[in-house]
């Protein structure tokens, strides 16, 4: 991928040197593309790419530029941005011929235009001011000056993973909305204008069809969305697998599509991810690549900060687990994508389950958020914790992602919430920090693969049985190897599992609420890489920012350790305000 910070203003080649320094500290290697009195374009190429691949500048006036994965009309890098480029509407811009995840930078007809792909996936941050906007976190937070700390983006961070909508962790660094391109003058606040909706509902009515028809039709779909893939990005496939449906499924559609791909699988030995993986590998002759994570040593205290700053320039200063850890995830990626492997994950593959496993009728938005969000626990809050305030927060957020005029959610916009919040946040952040290493397809994050799901009957979703149909359909034989779930593909749930799901399925919402708190004991032992002297290494002791929002002493998810963790070092590297 290429990665961008546009700045702009009477200042911008000033904050442009400014900003290049400061981030070449940090390990990311930027240089002028673009410059005018009012606007610098500071960009970096990818792993495996060249400066075509990513820019093309047909006049010195018109240009585009790509970050992360794109495809127009099935072509990719310099073909797919000229077509793009030479198709774009200022006017009327229309992505219905894109696929993948990305963000474009388009300066045509005098103006800069910014816009992302069609689901929301990779986001284009900015700041309050928007004198900056770029595809990095970092390269918005590098330039901002003693930010303000939000502690609701805080709180959804270390709870969830992500902060939800447009927030950050500070008050002044925002993204652009989903859905919308903004158009950029000189100074002043950019014009947001609306694209296209996103394309998921069905074209025609599909009453009375059956499961099986359903499953056809979603075959065919992906099965197009992969050939559109292997004509854009070529068939050299690492596919990240598991012995669950989704990575079986995209194994079926790439053999479908005569394409071999190289199987990896996480796990110690012995673990069954890795066994139904092994025996899958073996079964249908394909190279198989078990990465064990645990092996890799946490660097002594004395060369740990090494390992942060060098993670935080791969991971754009913050992944959904934590910054910290021994350095194996970073290793372990940079080892996936290389030698032109492509990099393959069935992300968003719950389209086709029941993801929430709730009862077949409407919720309110805070409802859901009490069934699904409410991983918080109160015990290792301070007193300036809000639960209604957060949860309200929280609803809203979800009600504006799949435009829900009413607090009372419909049934099929509480499958939309799966895709369009969940998706398009919690899932999403991982997308561009893997692009980072090379090609990464996600092929169930297109608006081709959702489309229709949120109205299957919940019945074909529940228990994998409509995405266990698609698998048989594709390959019988693939549906009979074993699964994670006791039984192969080709064979129904038993009903002792049908009724270990109904056991979950029927809890009622006050009881999913306090699950999680419910769960937590007392402060156990932290990894390595979370112990007070290694973190001492990167940052100051006694967590002086995050202690006003969190009791420390009482958190005993080493998870959410981790996630406070990374919010005290960025709070201590941008010199923040405090909470």
């Known amino acids: 991928m290429a990665d961008f910070l546009l700045c702009r203003g009477e200042a911008a080649q000033a904050t442009a040197r400014t900003l290049q320094a400061r981030l070449e500290r940090a390990g990311l290697s930027v240089s002028p593309l673009f410059e005018d009195p009012c606007c610098c374009l500071l960009a970096r190429a990818g792993a495996d790419e060249t400066r075509e691949d990513a820019f093309w500048q047909p006049d010195a006036d018109t240009w585009i530029l790509r970050s992360g994965l794109f495809s127009h009309r099935a072509l990719s890098g310099a073909e797919a941005l000229r077509g793009f480029l030479a198709a774009f509407d200022p006017d009327a811009p229309d992505l219905a011929e894109t696929r993948g995840q990305f963000t474009l930078v388009i300066r045509k007809a005098g103006r800069l235009h910014l816009l992302g792909d069609a689901l929301g996936t990779n986001k284009i941050h900015h700041d309050a001011g928007h004198r900056l906007f770029s595809n990095l976190f970092i390269a918005v ?11 609701q983006g805080c709180y959804e961070y270390v709870w969830n993973g992500v902060p939800g909508a447009e927030r950050s962790f500070f008050r002044e660094l925002r993204t652009l909305p989903p859905g919308r391109m903004a158009v950029l003058s000189n100074t002043g606040t950019p014009r ?22 359903a499953a056809a039709r979603q075959c065919a779909r992906l099965q197009a969305v992969t050939e559109q893939n292997r004509r854009a990005f070529g068939d050299r496939v690492n596919l990240l697998f598991s012995g669950g449906y989704d990575s079986r499924l995209l194994l079926a559609l790439l053999l479908d599509a005569g394409i071999r791909p190289r199987l990896s699988v996480y796990g110690r030995p012995g673990d069954l991810d890795r066994e139904i993986a092994a025996t899958v590998a073996k079964g249908e002759g394909l190279d198989f690549n078990p990465v064990d994570k645990a092996m890799v040593a946490t660097p002594p205290p004395e ?6 700053l060098a993670d935080y320039a791969a991971f754009d200063g913050w992944r959904v687990t934590g910054l910290f850890d021994s350095g194996a995830d970073r290793v372990d990626r940079q080892g996936q994508a290389g030698g032109g492997w492509a990099k393959m994950n069935g992300s968003l593959g719950e389209i086709h389950r029941n993801f929430f496993y709730l009862p077949d009728r409407p919720y309110s938005a805070r409802q859901l958020v009490q069934s699904f969000y409410a991983r918080y626990d109160p015990r290792a809050m301070t007193a300036r914790f809000d639960a209604d305030a957060y949860e309200e927060t929280l609803a809203r957020a979800v009600m504006a992602a799949v435009g829900a005029d009413k607090t009372r959610l419909t ?3 509480v499958e939309l919430v799966y895709p369009l919040f969940r998706g398009r946040y919690w899932t999403a952040r991982e997308v561009p920090l893997n692009q980072g290493f090379g090609l990464y397809l996600t092929p169930f994050m297109e608006p081709a693969a959702i489309k229709g799901t949120p109205d299957w009957p919940l019945g074909w979703k529940s228990h994998g049985l409509i995405e266990a149909a698609m698998i048989a359909r594709l390959s019988p034989r693939l549906a009979g190897y074993p699964s994670v779930y006791g039984r192969p593909f080709d064979q129904p749930p038993s009903w002792r599992a049908r009724l270990r ?4 399925y029927r809890r009622p ?3 999913r609420r306090l699950s999680y708190r419910l769960q937590q004991g007392k402060p156990g032992i932290l990894p390595d890489y979370l112990s007070p002297e290694r973190l001492a290494a990167v940052m100051q002791p006694g967590f002086p920012y995050m202690r006003a929002l969190f009791r420390m002493e ?3 998810d080493p998870d959410a350790f981790n996630r406070i963790a990374t919010l005290e070092f960025l709070a201590q590297r941008y010199n923040a305000r405090e909470a």
Do not use: H, K, N, Y
Not at 141 to 151: M, N, R, S, V
Not at 192 to 213: N, Q, R
Not at 303 to 308: M, N, Q, W
């Open 509 to 511: 919402v006050w009881l």
């Open 192 to 213: 947001l204008v609306p694209l296209p909706p996103l394309d998921i509902d069905e074209d025609s009515a599909t009453a009375g069809e059956t499961m099986a028809d």
């Open 141 to 151: 937070a590098e330039g901002l000056e003693a930010p303000g700390i939000d502690a």
């Open 411 to 413: 049934r099929r916009q």
């Open 303 to 308: 060369a740990f900060g090494d390992t942060v």
């Open 554 to 556: 009482r958190v005993a």
């Open 501 to 504: 799901a109904q056991a979950s």
